[in-house]
């Protein structure tokens, strides 16, 4: 089980950009692809962004398409989610996730292991 930890939440107004930040000690994220979700009160969780172990790869959601970036740095052991002209309705918790299989998910079901969140509130 890969310990992941979120980090980089907080509140923002309409517009502003926030990163977040996903960390593992004791393991290697290059070993696995990674992706990141999120989830509203009263909703599902649902997909943001994914990349793939290498970094080649990357997919996103509509919603995050053009405004959100997801990277990976192999050496630092970290993957990120620069998030700009955030909205209202990107207001939620914030799920790094790890996946054993090869290539990029996009689905909850393909990731193994789950970091505890990171809230991001957006206000106008």
């Known amino acids: 089980q890969v310990p992941l930890v979120e980090s980089g939440g907080g509140l923002a107004q309409v517009g502003d950009s926030l990163r977040l930040a996903c960390a593992a000690s004791?393991?290697?994220?290059?070993?696995?692809?990674m992706g990141w979700f999120r989830q509203a009160p009263g909703k599902e969780r649902e997909f943001v962004a994914a990349i793939s172990r290498s970094g080649v790869a990357t997919r996103y959601a509509d919603s995050a398409k053009g405004r959100f970036l997801i990277s990976r740095d192999n050496l630092q052991n970290t993957v990120s989610l620069q998030m700009h002209r955030l909205q209202l309705e990107d207001t939620a918790v914030y799920y790094c996730?790890?996946?054993?299989?090869?290539?990029?998910?996009?689905?909850?079901?393909?990731?193994?292991?789950w970091g505890q969140g990171t809230q991001v509130t957006v206000s106008s």
């Open positions: 996730a790890a996946s054993k299989h090869l290539g990029v998910r996009m689905f909850a079901a393909g990731y193994d292991d």
């Open positions: 004791g393991h290697t994220l290059s070993n696995y692809g």
